[in-house]
């Protein structure tokens, strides 16, 4: 009898730790459905035809609203003009990417794949730099390629298959 008792308790705590930190977070972000304590909205959306759904949502919370995917939120633009102004109007404000937690912990944010704001930046305009030095958007690029190709084709037509 006391196992259960323990038992109900840990679950009711940790029911309660999970609805905290979901409403600890929601000042910034835009409204949305009440989210259910660790499955979120998932119930609340047909997998099936999941944009009808987002539709549906849209009509009652507006065409910026917030869906959580388990503990995950994900903040939904629904619709051209909220398209429109949040990549183009305001384009350097959503131009980020989100952290995909393996990839940070090995590439520690380096690298032009996964980096992110003003490394991000600067790498491109690196990379970038580096390749037109090389030769990259010229043609004398291509004949270098194709070069490089027909003495790789000769080296392997050389070993007869072997």
């Not at 323990?6 to 009440?34: A, E, H, M």
């Not at 102004?85 to 989100?98: K, M, W």
């Not at 590439?107 to 730099?129: A, D």
Request: aromatic share 8%; net charge positive; hydrophobic share 35%.
């Amino acid at each position: 009898m006391d196992l259960a008792v323990v038992l109900v308790l840990c679950l009711s705590c940790l029911l309660l730790l999970s609805l905290w930190k979901q409403s600890s977070g929601k000042g910034k972000l835009p409204p949305g459905p009440t989210p259910l304590p660790i499955l979120g909205n998932i119930l609340q959306l047909d997998i099936k035809n999941i944009g009808k759904s987002l539709s549906n949502l849209s009509n009652t919370y507006g065409p910026v609203f917030t869906v959580y995917f388990g503990l995950r939120p994900a903040v939904v633009l629904h619709g051209y003009e909220a398209v429109k102004e949040a990549l183009i109007d305001q384009g350097e404000e959503f131009s980020g990417r989100g952290n995909p937690p393996m990839s940070q912990r090995v590439n520690k944010g380096y690298g032009i794949i996964f980096s992110n704001g003003k490394r991000w930046k600067e790498t491109r305009r690196f990379c970038l730099m580096t390749l037109r030095n090389f030769g990259m958007g010229k043609r004398s690029i291509e004949d270098r390629v194709q070069e490089e190709a027909r003495c790789l084709v000769e080296e392997l037509r050389k070993t007869n298959g072997g």
